[in-house]
């Protein structure tokens, strides 16, 4: 009996440890049906310490209407309804002024990275929050296809 | 022990009385020349080719029956929006998603719906692509407890019905940010009524409809990676 609560302590302090680790990830933004866009996110999830859950994001956003700069992103993990987002369940979004200087607008990245979706929001009608934008992602930064267009370029 | 409710019941039916009387006397006195309802509401029936906006949509094929709206996209996708309920459909080859929100395509009609419309009078006349038109501008504001106000402004064609053939929205107040003004062009209008099999969409159109899920851990990032900038914006490491 001893012996199973010791390892049952020490699977509970491995587990806690392993979901304090950052986890960084890194995403090619592609349409419903695979077809590339030029844009690549790198998000780091994290968390400050205890007794803070593992919820902040970090990062950034590459390719804002293909322009080849990066822009920093900051934001948090949570769950979202499936009404808002393509896929289910939590996401880790993204707040990014990367078309700001284009398009005065707020941009938000929701990735899912469990169905391996994101979707984009804007606005800049000071009032609402639109959609403008949704599709897969692949693992990793791909190198950008040739003519392939924005995301959020409709 | 009577006399008290009747008493009671008596003052109650002369405050309630009294409070439909103050309440008639504000709608007497407000003034319904200005106020007016959202313009683009008249245009139930439409298919035009939409530009800017929202969206910053380009050439995309947009039509209105109704309350619903359809933007084609490419590949054959396309997306439905209730103007009403405020869902959007996603259609394409792979998919049909729903979504409780709104597509930015149908910006404006989509937009403004709790808004207060107030017409500013204008004697403008203006030919845009070939079309003379009066020119009308809107005061906008939210009934919330924080107003909001836009000014929108229309160019409604002569020979179109006073269509919109463009729309100029903008965000007032202070510190509202002069480069946010949005402009949003419809060209190829016809207002005859769009075939409706173009609303329709797949029966099985469930929220957040993407493929199953694909386990819930990406594998790291490739060896390739680019380096994240140290701050600001910087060219990639290519």
Redesign the interface.
């Known amino acids: 009996m001893k012996k199973a609560l010791l390892l049952l302590s020490i699977v509970m302090v491995f587990s806690l440890a392993a979901s304090a680790k950052d ?5 090619t933004l592609r349409d ?2 695979g ?1 590339a866009f030029c844009n ?1 996110a ?1 998000v780091r999830n994290y968390t400050p310490g205890a007794p803070v859950p593992k919820v902040l994001v970090g ?2 956003y ?1 390719n804002a209407l293909c322009d ?5 992103g900051g934001g948090f993990k949570f769950g979202v ?8 369940g939590a996401v880790l979004a993204l707040n990014s002024p990367a078309y700001f200087s284009y ?2 607008v707020a941009f938000q990245l929701l990735v ?6 994101w979707t984009i ?12 934008n ?1 599709g ?1 992602w692949i ?5 950008v296809v040739k003519g392939a267009p924005d995301a959020a ?2 | 022990m009577k006399l008290r409710s009747v008493a009671l019941v008596l003052v109650g039916v002369e405050l309630w009385m009294g409070a439909i009387g103050s309440g008639q006397s504000p709608a007497k006195a407000a003034p319904a020349k200005s106020s007016s309802q959202n313009p683009l509401d008249s245009f139930k029936n439409f298919a035009a080719t939409l530009n800017g906006g929202m969206g910053r949509d380009h050439d995309r094929k947009i039509y209105r029956s109704g309350n619903l709206l359809r933007l084609d996209f490419d590949r054959g996708s396309y997306r439905i929006v209730d103007l009403e309920k405020g869902i959007t459909w996603g259609v394409d080859a792979n998919t049909c998603s729903q979504f409780m929100a709104l597509d930015a395509g149908s910006f404006p009609f989509s937009a403004f719906r709790d808004f207060k419309f107030e017409r500013v009078p204008t004697a403008e006349e203006e030919t845009i692509d070939g079309h003379v038109c009066t020119v009308e501008t809107f005061q906008l504001t939210s009934t919330d407890e924080h107003p909001r106000t836009v000014k929108m402004k229309l160019w409604g064609a002569k020979d179109l019905n006073h269509f919109p053939i463009k729309i100029e929205v903008e965000p007032q107040g202070p510190g509202a940010n002069p480069k946010a003004k949005l402009e949003v062009h419809y060209s190829n209008v016809s207002l005859s009524a769009p075939d409706p099999s173009l609303f329709k969409h797949p029966v099985k159109c469930t929220p957040g409809g993407a493929p199953a899920p694909m386990g819930s851990t990406p594998a790291p990032p490739s060896p390739t990676t680019p380096k994240a900038p140290a701050g600001g914006t910087t060219k990639p490491n290519q």
């Open positions: 986890s960084t990830y890194e995403f419903t049906g077809n690549v790198f990062g950034w590459y080849g700069l990066y822009y920093p309804s499936s009404y808002l987002q393509y896929g289910n398009e005065t899912n990275t469990k169905y391996h979706t929001y804007w606005d800049n009608d000071y009032y609402g929050n639109y959609l403008v949704y897969t693992n990793g930064s791909s190198p370029k409709r």
